[in-house]
């Protein structure tokens, strides 16, 4: 890449700078040397390719004038005192929070589970302890749904994460919380999460995403999750950035042998914010629950793009997107089950199904498949529309005023994906965000 | 029923006698020696161009149309990023894009040549049977080389010409619409047929007139290395109600032809039409096909589209709801076999209050086959009470096919509701068990299986196409199982 032909005024890099990613190299020069290599690698692709285009498929109705990358800067450390950060009310078996790209508080897991050998740490330690499975693991399974840029960025620029390392056997009852802060004007933040579960392991991990203030802030995160035999995964991402952010979140899965991955994903902030999930069923057994709540108001957009790959025979997948529209919201779902030539006895299912709450509102569904093996079951479905006028009758006619009663039934269609948490005190966390959305305090 | 004995996999080509339903596999495999009297040559240039325009003694405006017509395919590239690399193999330079054995349409029977009325016969259409069709519109080649419109059509004031004639003798009706519902640069495909089109129907129905009888038209290519480009415009006036139907057969040859055709139809303020279509083009040819109709107030339009032969076709029927009340329906029926990629789908756009529409796609894959649907629905904002309902099955009879589906729905606003729904099956086995036991070869169990997959679609087809439908199916299922 010649630098002499990069200006400040690229829109394809924007802030991305040079000179930027120099310092964030420096800032990370302890870190092993195979490392630092594959983020100049990555730095080298994120230079090299384009911004999406109107041409491009995989960005099909998003708003490609709303992907600008300047007014961005990597931000200054921040005291945990200066985030608000607010206690979500659930027991958890460990915590991390992360603000500005480094840990700024923790709550450790116990000494048993230490001693069981479970890791719980940030990603720099673990590069520098537990090289070799970081290594095999660290973003191995590269981007395939459109955003090849951003997640280049990411591996660039990405400083620090959550590590979790579950060794064979073991199972947790209460979440592994982690918290990612954004906070200053323009900050750009990276957050990483990743898990790697080994054969007959049982645990909870969740990310909330959050933004200390209103300001305009850009998140480029990633969260990879590897399910060995017979593991039981459950991940829950909460986003709720600023209402000015411009934010991508890449998730991987895959899904070894009986593996069972339920990945729940709920969607509440951001100006404009794209999610792709990408699940792969690799061998006999393996499961996968993808699941999605997305709360759109005023001039939001929610850009989601899922891709179910079965790659063995007799595997299963599950995928359930809700988006509730207000305002002059907009959504895009953008899925694809893909059974390769001999993934036969395959069982899948797609469905996105939007709520409009709002006249102004507009949902984009792109429900897909793409099969190639014949003794499979896949269907997918796709529903647009407002509120049931029956079921609001019903309520109305048993002395529920209006607003009460599209509340209800509002959280009525919410509570579909919800109860497929086997998690009590989380299901009522999740629910309390949701209601702080549909009613902030003044 | 049938009496198949055997269901050892045999190419279907290479039956001729064929016991199931007693059509002669071979018949379509023929050409004809025909002295063209005006060949425009392969390629395609501006001089290509002016000889069609020339030839046909078109008016001014319609050399200029189509001349622009070709800059804007010229500058237009192939849709690969969505559609399938298969699109690079057309080679435009070996395409011969204007083909006539300058006869005038004829008028009766007795007129045609009877070196035509042998390939009618060979293409399985026997002259007593058409003397009962409301009107034939067969193309040969690039002209209609026989046409008839049955006294009472005309009397009814009904306008059925070829393409040629309608923009002739009458401007003032087809004028207005021509080109308006498909703009020329709506695709890379419409912009060519744009440029050299010839061929093809213009119809009009005048206020309030229903035609009892369906119009019907054949086509096939005829020539090696020769496109078809037909153009069909047919305006169903206030209250009016029509039928057209096209069937297609075309000779094989080794190396690719391309059809191109646009249609377009307006259904003015209560009008009804309804377009049938069953394709049957040779493994070699490239049917890229854009047809499009206007619904104006209560009116409603119906595409029937079958796909059962060619190499690749793209086409998608759509369906404009123009004015309140309209609606539009899309049933599509697809096989793709070996060496055949059926993308087929439909488009709905909602643009006005208390439109509905209604798709329903069935494919099946064989072989190596592979079916794609391909949709799009859209109701934008401020609209209320629109509402759309689509069905895609998809049936994959060998563990080596292959089907897709791509969707695209964009809804606005919370008056308005849309459900889309689709799956994929294979046939079941407990079917087949079933009829097996009860002393079904598997072949003819198959058969019936599928048969019964597209049989609430087929049966809206007229008889003799779902009757043609169903021998198709026979013949195409023979030799995929075992």
Known sequence: ?????????????????PELFAAHLASVSHLPAWWLDRKREA????????????????????????????????????????????????????????????????????AELTKQGVIFETLQHALLKHGDLVKAHLLAQPPKQGSEKFSALHTALLADGAFVYLPKGVEIALPLAVFHYAAGAGAAVFPHTLVIAEPGTKATVVD??????????????????????????????????????????????????????LALNLHLGGRQSRHESHSQLQAPGAHSEMLALTVAHGTQEFDQRTLQIHQAPHTSSNLLYKNALLGSAKTIFSGLIVVDPDAQKTDAYQSNRNLMLSDDAEANSLPGLEIQANDVRCTHGATSSRIDAEQEFYLQARGIPKADADELLTFGFFEEVLSKLDHAPLHDALIGLIKIKFNPPV | MSDVTETESAPIADTVDNPVSGIDQTAGNFSYKVDYEFDAGTGLSEKTVRYISTVKKEAPWILEFRLNALKQFLAKPMPTHWA??????????????????????????????DDIKKTFERLGVPEHERKFLAGVEAQFDSE?????????????????VNSTEGLREHPELFRKFFGKVIPTGDNKFSALNSAVFSGGSFIYVPKGVKVAQPLQAYFRINAENFGQFERTLIIADEGAEVTYMEGCTAPKFSTSTLHSAVVELVALKGAKIQYITVQNWANNVFNLVTKRGVAHEEAEIKWIDCNIGSRLTMKYPGVVLKGRKARGEVISIALANDGQHQDTGAKMIHAADETTSNIVAKSISVGQGRSTYRGVVHIPKHLKGCKNNTECDALLINSNSRTDTYPAITVRG????????????????????????????????????????????????????????KRLIDLEMEGSVG
Not at chain 1, 61 to 69: E, I
Not at chain 2, 417 to 445: D, N, P
């Open chain 1, 1 to 17: 890449m010649s630098a002499p032909s990069l200006t400040l005024a690229d829109p394809a890099i924007g802030s991305f700078t």
């Open chain 1, 43 to 110: 730095w080298a692709r994120f230079l090299a390719l384009p911004l999406p285009k109107r041409t491009d498929e995989s960005w099909r109705f998003a708003t490609l004038t709303g992907l600008k990358l300047d007014g961005y800067t990597l931000p200054p450390a921040v005291t945990p005192a200066g985030l608000g950060h607010a206690p979500i009310g659930i027991a958890k078996a460990g915590k991390l929070v992360f603000a500005n790209n480094r840990l700024v508080a923790q709550e450790p897991i116990s």
């Open chain 1, 208 to 261: 909330f995403f959050r933004s200390a203030g209103d300001g305009a802030h850009f998140a480029c995160g990633r969260n990879d999750l590897y399910a060995s035999h017979g593991a039981a995964l459950t991940y829950v991402a909460a986003q709720n950035w600023s209402r000015a952010t411009l934010s991508f979140q890449s998730n991987s899965t895959v899904a070894r042998r009986d593996a069972r991955v």
């Open chain 2, 84 to 113: 399938t690399k298969d699109l690079e193999n057309i080679n435009f330079d070996k395409i011969r894009y204007y083909l006539s054995s300058g006869q005038k349409p004829k008028r009766t029977w007795e007129e045609v040549p």
């Open chain 2, 144 to 160: 209609a080389a026989y046409s008839n419109i049955k006294d009472i059509v005309s009397k009814q004031g009904v306008i059925f």
């Open chain 2, 414 to 469: 919370e008056r308005n509701s849309v459900q889309h729904e689709a799956s994929v099956s294979k046939v079941s086995e407990e079917q087949i068990f079933y009829m097996q036991q009860r002393g079904l070869t598997e072949g003819q169990a198959m058969s019936l299986s599928v048969n019964g997959f597209i049989n609430d679609l087929a049966r809206q087809f007229p008889m003799e196409y779902s009757v043609e439908l």
